[in-house]
């Protein structure tokens, strides 16, 4: 498997926050969730990727090179889009773009008109007269343009209106398509990810509880409702949480083949979606 980004055994603590043993690997061609409540330490996990804070512990290597002493040629190629955007506000989108452009040896002009046109961009308008969904789609093209292999972005679709936020969503799955470049991000909206990711990553209080595929995932957990009558002592051994009503119960289970094979037929399992199973691992762990 070719990985772009492996994460080995991160840790970073500020006070009583600590990021503990964060393990990840990000294989080329895929989109990976990176989920989890405020605070979990997401920022922190991808600050530290991209050198921006220095990690206490741990190693990490993009595009097989050590972040730390290659940080240059890996910022070259990659596409970074934080929240905290990092452009000249009084410039026009065209001048920043003559500013960007010699600074990037692969920078592709043909690429950046063909994704200014298709983004529908205002070339002549200045940084600071666009749309929040406009910056995000400015920073990809510029991504775009110079080439990058992997892009990491820190909350991509948060404050954008449904509209922009899908048409968004459909670019970072173009970006995927080809299968040569790979995309991280964090979010909160986890019905994009629902649509698009391949992989999932969910921090809570600066540890992974839950990662793997999007699809294995759901597949492995179930909404199961019932009649609380069923529930069998053991129960809670097959659950993430479970909530009783005098109507019946509902909970999350992790283990669904399992709990097929001792709950009636009569009980109902629906596909959770991920903001269900983010819910219930929250609640957990809080
Ligand atoms: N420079 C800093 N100094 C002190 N504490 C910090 C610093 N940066 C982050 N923290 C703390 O680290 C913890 C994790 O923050 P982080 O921004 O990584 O979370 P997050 O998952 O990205 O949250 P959100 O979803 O709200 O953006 C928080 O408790 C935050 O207050």
Request: glycine fraction near 6%; hydrophobic fraction near 35%.
């Amino acid at each position: 498997m070719d990985m772009v980004l492996e994460i080995c055994n991160l840790c970073k603590s500020y006070g009583e926050f600590s990021l503990r043993d964060i393990n990840m690997s990000l294989e080329k061609g895929t989109l990976t969730g990176f989920i989890g409540p405020n605070g979990a330490g997401k920022t922190t996990t991808i600050k530290s990727i991209l050198n921006i804070i220095k990690p206490d512990d741990g190693k990490i290597t993009v595009l097989g090179m050590d972040s730390i002493n290659s940080d240059l040629e890996i910022k070259s190629k990659l596409g970074i889009v934080l929240d905290d955007g990092h452009f000249y506000e009084d410039l026009t989108l065209r001048k920043m773009k003559n500013l960007i452009a010699p600074m990037y040896p692969t920078w592709d002009d043909n690429a950046y008109n063909f994704y200014i046109k298709k983004f529908e961009l205002p070339e002549s308008k200045k940084i600071k007269d666009l749309s929040r969904g406009m910056r995000m789609k400015y920073a990809l093209v510029l991504s775009l343009s110079h080439g990058a292999d992997l892009f990491i972005l820190d909350e991509p679709t948060s404050g954008l209106d449904p509209l922009v936020r899908s048409e968004l969503i459909e670019i970072l799955k173009d970006i995927v398509f080809e299968g040569n470049r790979t995309v991280l991000m964090s979010t909160h909206i986890t019905s994009d990810l629902d649509k698009i990711a391949d992989y999932l990553y969910f921090i809570y209080d600066g540890k992974i509880i839950l990662k793997g595929q999007k699809d294995e995932i759901k597949d492995q957990h179930a909404i199961v409702k019932g009649d609380t009558a069923v529930l069998l002592p053991d129960y809670k051994n097959y659950f993430v949480g479970i909530n009783k009503s005098s109507y019946g119960f509902e909970g999350l289970t992790d283990n669904k083949a399992a709990l097929k094979n001792v709950l009636p037929d009569k009980t109902v399992y629906e596909v959770p979606s991920i903001e269900d199973i983010l819910l219930y691992y929250t609640r957990r762990f809080k």
